[in-house]
């Protein structure tokens, strides 16, 4: 009780699919098979409604991907993450996103 529950996750859709899944098995290298698995990404109605269930009221919600700069166009030419690589949040919640809920 009082509690903060914290969540980062992908939203389950092809557009989920098609970047997190195959851009980073085309993009990185030596990705490991089954990385991300798309049935085990959840969308943000399921998971706010598990919240909901088990007594967590949603906070807020965050979209978050890779920033569009040198260091991640570095990735797309190297097939190798840099260390420089960053991700920043956004609205939108269509791939990755992050959920703060309370404890009521």
Known sequence: ?????FASTFNRNRVSWFIVIKGVEWF????PPHM???????KPEELAKAC???????VRERG???????????????REVPKELV????ESLRTGYLT???KN
């Open 100 to 102: 703060v809920a309370d």
């Open 28 to 31: 990185v290298r030596n990705t």
């Open 1 to 5: 009780p009082g509690g903060t529950f």
């Open 36 to 42: 991300h698995v798309l049935h085990l990404f959840i």
């Open 52 to 58: 909901k269930d088990n007594g967590l009221h949603v």
């Open 64 to 78: 978050m991907r890779p920033k569009p700069n040198a260091a991640f166009f570095k990735m797309l030419l190297t």
């Open 87 to 90: 991700f920043e949040f956004t």
